[in-house]
């Protein structure tokens, strides 16, 4: 069974910088890429940074890049989002999800099939 556990959400001021991570189990680690999405208040689910472990290779949504880094631990099963320098724009419910494929192909919601239940990001101004 493919499971995917966030952790590592909080509170913390503009500026300021968090890490989650998301440990995952249930299926060889280097034959799917994982990806991190982040849903706000009122808004969509959007696709935020994605990693394929087997060669780390990342995408990053615009908004993100320079700031936030993804990087993958394959002898522990864990992908890590290390976000620096945030904004209150951040604040969401952060969900990693399994992608059907290894390769880094974006964010379209059909590619991704299991989700973690996700972890509160809030950035206060």
């Known amino acids: 069974e493919v499971q995917l556990v966030e952790s590592g959400g909080g509170l913390v001021q503009a500026g300021g910088s968090l890490s989650l991570s998301c440990a995952a189990s249930?299926?060889?680690?280097?034959?799917?890429?994982i990806a991190w999405f982040r849903q706000a208040p009122g808004k969509e689910r959007e696709g935020v940074s994605c990693i394929n472990p087997s060669d780390g290779a990342t995408l990053y949504t615009d908004s993100v890049k320079g700031r936030f880094t993804m990087s993958s631990d394959n002898a522990k099963n864990t992908v890590s989002l290390q976000m620096n320098n945030l904004k209150p724009e951040d604040t969401a419910v952060y969900y990693c999800?399994?992608?059907?494929?290894?390769?880094?192909?974006?964010?379209?919601?059909?590619?991704?099939?299991?989700w973690g239940q996700g972890t509160q990001v809030t950035v206060s101004s």
């Open positions: 999800a399994h992608s059907k494929v290894s390769d880094v192909l974006g964010f379209l919601p059909r590619l991704y099939d299991y």
């Open positions: 249930g299926f060889t680690f280097d034959d799917h890429a």
